[in-house]
């Protein structure tokens, strides 16, 4: 039998959301290279660099923290990790109240050096930096405190109050899930409005909310458009979303009733 044929590879699969380090599944190195005529000692050295645009997980208040991955795998070690399999175990911490990145960062390089049976170098960045990509436009809520454990859209969350102001907010906490494969579909998310000032912990909440939510993208953007809409009172808004790429295609539903279309320029790190 093909080891192969034990893995999750090709086969339809539910998608944990509680972290599970048994859903890795290595695969022999040797065995691989035997069929291109390699044993023993091979004639390179090297290693497999793999990027990871997806991390997500909770901390102790139930708040979605998010991060870029980058693994390094020595070429000499015994196994190498089936990408579904990483996939699937990565998707695993999103439900789980995991505190900082540098736990996080720790039980991955544990996860995987022991899968690989090698030291895997593991380093966490945030969703968007200077110089790779371009965030957004508007000022980031993500730093904004709060506590949540509602991952179903939650429009209640929002409020807004005072005299007219302008501003553009924007979030990389944004997770849905695909109403067909149950994928996790993440995505950085404008909100530009003149109106009411909205209160940014309200609208991170309510952003937050759609963790577990089963909706394409371009309906998500429309329910938040809607839900804004109503419960802010905003004269003119805008929400503009860019998630993650999905086999080389990225979805981008931008929704306004005082623009003509979205900024230009705009890619941001995890696309």
């Not at 005529?37 to 645009?53: I, N, S």
């Not at 439900?95 to 544990?110: H, K, L, S, T």
């Not at 759609?210 to 808004?237: G, K």
């Not at 080389?248 to 696309?271: L, W």
Request: hydrophobic share 35%.
């Amino acid at each position: 039998m093909n080891p192969l044929d034990r893995s999750a590879l090709g086969r339809a699969t539910t998608y944990p959301d509680r972290y599970d380090p048994t859903l890795l599944f290595p695969v022999d190195r040797e065995e691989q290279r035997r069929g291109i005529g390699l044993r023993g000692r091979v004639p390179f050295g090297g290693a497999d660099l793999w990027t990871a645009y997806e991390i997500s997980w909770l901390d102790t208040r139930g708040k979605p923290q998010a991060a870029i991955g980058e693994f390094r795998v020595p070429c000499d070690s015994p196994a190498l990790i089936e990408s579904k399999s990483l996939k699937l175990y990565l998707g695993s911490f999103a439900q789980e109240p995991m505190g900082m990145g540098a736990e996080v960062m720790r039980r991955i390089q544990v996860d995987l050096s022991a899968a690989c049976g090698a030291f895997v170098a593991v380093a966490l960045s945030p969703p968007g930096w200077p110089g790779a990509g371009a965030d957004l436009p508007g000022d980031s809520i993500d730093a904004t405190a709060i506590a949540t454990d509602v991952y179903e859209p939650d429009p209640d969350a929002l409020a807004a109050s005072g005299s007219g102001i302008e501003e553009t907010l924007r979030s990389a906490l944004f997770r849905s899930r695909c109403p067909v494969t149950g994928q996790p579909d993440c995505g950085d998310v404008m909100v530009r409005y003149r109106g009411p000032r909205i209160d940014r912990a309200g609208l991170l909440r309510y952003l937050v909310s759609y963790r577990r939510h089963a909706a394409f993208h371009e309906s998500c953007v429309e329910r938040v458009f809607v839900d804004v809409l109503e419960h802010c009172a905003p004269q003119a808004l805008t929400v503009y979303a860019r998630f993650a790429r999905r086999g080389g295609i990225d979805i981008n539903p931008f929704r306004s009733n005082f623009e003509s279309g979205p900024p230009p320029g705009v890619r941001t790190r995890r696309q």
